[in-house]
């Protein structure tokens, strides 16, 4: 019952947060993604606008136009966390990635918050094998979003009570952002994959 109230608390970013992840997890099983556009620029996020590809007025898909939006209500959510936030939250996702790199399902599930597990392992089974299992099928295809990334630049923490999102560029210049829960006095992930911003 506990879960279940902390859970509905959650603010209607996080759905939406969750919603364009599962359709760019569909997108990418056999049709067009929006991270296959090009990126939006900081002002393009920030006032949810999206550049016309190629310079033509083609009007933007549904899912570009929420993803877009997606981007600006993360630029704008909450304020920006302490630097000790965002150290430990950076700390996090780093290792996270460093335990996905080399497999290491089990471990990689450590750095998940209780809600995020549950998920997991509802596609993989039970135990840390299944929540494993259920991560190395939610980011079977995430490092084309994130840059083929395993270091992270941490640029800030969006933070809104126990909730944030840790913005953070990758190796290959991309800026994202995943989101994080504070839990037991202790940032993990919200997700396994992140929203793409723009790139640097």
């Not at 150290?87 to 450590?110: E, H, M, N």
């Not at 039970?126 to 270091?151: Q, S």
Request: proline fraction near 4%; charge should be positive.
């Amino acid at each position: 019952m506990h879960g279940r109230r902390r859970a509905g608390k959650r603010l209607p970013l996080v759905a939406l947060a969750i919603g364009v992840v599962v359709a760019l997890a569909i997108a990418a099983c056999g049709g067009s993604s929006p991270e296959q556009s090009e990126p939006a620029s900081t002002d393009q996020a920030k006032s949810g606008k999206s550049a016309p590809a190629g310079g033509s007025k083609q009007e933007a898909s549904p899912g570009a136009k929420a993803l877009t939006k997606l981007r600006a209500s993360i630029l704008h959510y909450g304020r920006e966390g302490t630097q000790a936030d965002i150290a430990a939250a950076g700390q996090t996702l780093s290792a996270f990635f460093l335990d996905r790199k080399y497999k290491y399902w089990g471990a990689a599930c450590s750095y998940l918050e209780a809600e995020m597990k549950k998920r997991t392992q509802q596609i993989g089974g039970r135990g840390d094998a299944g929540c494993g299992r259920g991560v190395e099928a939610l980011t079977a295809t995430a490092t084309t979003a994130e840059g083929e990334t395993t270091i992270v630049k941490v640029k800030g923490l969006r933070r809104q009570d126990k909730q944030g999102f840790l913005i953070y560029e990758t190796e290959a210049g991309k800026v994202n952002a995943m989101l994080m829960i504070l839990e037991g006095g202790k940032w993990k992930l919200g997700g396994v994959n992140p929203t793409p911003l723009f790139s640097s």
